[in-house]
């Protein structure tokens, strides 16, 4: 099968080609409850960037030669002898985490510290023809969702859905939540606020094209970030900042500002990473503050957004590349080239 391989990490993203497009083996069933998804389509991810910049080097055992990848949908193309949920021909959209379901982590509904493996992070993933993953991973679609228009949702999707929810269960109407970035997750996470709650919604962003896309998806303030965007916050919200600050960058200025908007007995929540939260002991204790993270999310959260996306509550933006465009779509991520997320297509 065709698939985008990764072969060398490039710690400065200085390479014009960062994957090779190439034949590979395919995938093989090897136990009971495995199946081999035909990839309809791959989400790109910041977090591919990281990888390739070395970051998940030293967290996740994985060896190059190996497939990114990891918010994959597509259709049934092999199951193993156990399979009795789904079969070929199905459509479905891949959960990112293989999860071990005996531990007491997955039984309690947290699957992303039980264990298991991390396909397109630690495993072979997406950026492929065929994907292998495992029937505990998937979530048939309903027929009004295409793979290729709901792959994304598999991890940006997932993770904006799961550090929302977290926030919509505080949020009462008249409170005020700032989202930080209306890239692939934030446009995401500005929809489901709206969906889940009846806060109003402050979006932040450097890039003009984000904030009216945040518009589109809901957003009732949008704020340029050219440097007042904490001010801009506090003006908006009488002074005291917001009661939920969502932060989707993570990264740069975006972490201190994010901690600044948020009001005290407030929540920050950091759902972008590659920055550090800096803030002085005394300063928590003062404002009551409290910061919160957010790993991509859970088997029931994934179900939960197919249903807000199968009502048409959720809609994704997608730009679509062809899966031998691996190179030029995250060149185009890379460089903030990218209205909403992009997906390929095998
Ligand atoms: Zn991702």
């Not at 014009?16 to 090897?30: A, H």
Request: with cysteine.
């Amino acid at each position: 099968m065709k698939a985008a391989v990764l072969n060398q990490y490039d710690l400065k993203l200085e390479r014009p080609e960062f994957v090779v497009y190439k034949d590979v083996p395919e995938p093989k069933i090897e136990s009971l409850f495995d199946v081999i998804v035909r990839v309809g389509g791959a989400g790109v991810c910041r977090t591919d960037l990281h990888v390739i910049e070395g970051l998940w080097r030293d967290r996740v055992p994985v060896q190059l030669p190996y497939i990114m990848g990891h918010e994959n949908a597509g259709w049934i193309e092999a199951v193993g002898a156990g399979v009795t949920g789904v079969k070929v021909g199905d459509p479905v959209i891949c959960h990112p985490l293989l999860s071990h379901g005996e531990t007491l982590a997955a039984r309690r509904g947290n699957d992303m510290h039980a264990g298991g493996a991390f396909p397109g992070i630690d495993s072979n993933g997406g950026y492929a023809e065929l994907l292998k993953t495992a029937e505990r991973a998937l979530i048939k679609l309903p027929r009004t969702l295409a793979p290729k228009d709901v792959a994304p949702y598999a991890d940006a999707g997932l993770t904006a859905y799961h550090a929302v929810k977290k926030a919509a269960a505080h949020l009462l109407p008249g409170d005020c939540a700032v989202a930080i970035g209306a890239g692939g997750l934030g446009h995401i996470g500005i929809q489901v606020l709206k969906a889940l709650c009846a806060a109003d919604v402050i979006v932040v962003d450097r890039s003009e094209a984000a904030l009216k896309l945040a518009r589109e998806c809901g957003a009732t303030h949008t704020v340029r970030a050219d440097g007042n965007e904490v001010d801009a916050v506090l003006a908006l919200t009488g002074g005291a900042g917001a009661q939920a600050v969502i932060d989707f960058v993570g990264e740069g200025a975006a972490v201190a500002n994010g901690l600044k908007m948020t009001c005290n007995a407030g929540y920050y929540y950091i759902v972008g990473y590659g920055g550090k939260v800096e803030i002085a002991t005394m300063e928590m204790i003062v404002t009551e503050k409290t910061i919160v993270g957010n790993l991509v999310g859970t088997y029931s959260d994934l179900v939960e957004l197919m249903a807000l996306a199968d009502r048409g509550l959720v809609n994704l933006t997608t730009r679509e590349y062809r899966l031998s465009e691996a190179n030029t779509a995250l060149q185009d991520l890379k460089n903030g080239q990218i209205k909403g997320r992009a997906v390929l297509i095998p």
